[in-house]
């Protein structure tokens, strides 16, 4: 089955495994970017797996919503129709709360739970609309187990998860599900990006 699949975050760690894998069988891919080199390199990769794939870019910056705002103009005016929305750009941070400025605190909740939230908002009308559709956050495992010097992180993904299975049951009338992935441990350039106190 191929589906119109809206992905964010898309040039990194998981992002970029997802759509890599995605690509194979969908020929209509969107996704969101912040760096353009690693937009450029993915679009080759794209394309090398699937020639004929349409894909489109579209740059987003999670924490400003504005920009999440164009960006959903822009997808919209691109397609009538998006099967899956995966939401799964995100920012890491660590520290002792304590020396944690709030500016990175709200930094982090603007990226990690506003941002997937925005995005739900502006999308889940066209998905109400045709009566079926898919949603899947990306959470984390540290969102279900608290560790010492994790606390935003994981404060962020677990209100993203948990607004994820409230949601879910506001939309299955629709013929709408949404579900959350909450990985593990994975080798991704997350921890290089953090914010660290």
């Known amino acids: 089955m191929s589906a119109t699949i809206v992905i964010t975050g898309a040039t990194n760690g ?65 397609t009538k129709k998006i099967d899956v929305l995966i939401n799964n750009a995100g920012v890491g941070i660590t520290g002792p709360l304590e020396e944690i400025p709030e500016i990175e605190i709200e930094n982090n909740f603007k990226t990690n739970f506003f941002g997937p939230l925005n995005i739900i908002k502006k999308i ?44 879910n049951m506001e939309t299955k009338p629709f013929n709408i599900n949404v579900v959350t992935v909450a990985p593990g441990e994975f080798s991704t350039n997350i921890a290089s990006r953090r914010y660290h106190a």
């Open 14 to 78: 998981i992002g970029r495994a997802a759509i890599t894998d995605l690509a194979k069988d969908h020929a209509h891919i969107i996704f969101t970017y912040r760096n353009e080199d690693l937009k450029d390199s993915l679009c080759s990769e794209l394309k090398a797996i699937r020639p004929e794939i349409k894909l489109e870019a579209i740059y987003c910056d999670f924490s400003v919503l504005d920009s999440i705002r164009e960006a959903c103009d822009i997808i919209q005016i691109s």
């Open 124 to 167: 889940l009308p066209s998905m109400r609309s045709k009566k079926s559709g898919l949603i899947i956050n990306i959470t984390s495992l540290a969102a279900y187990v608290g560790t010492p010097y994790r606390s935003v992180y994981s404060a962020s993904k677990a209100a993203l998860d948990l607004v994820s299975e409230t949601l």
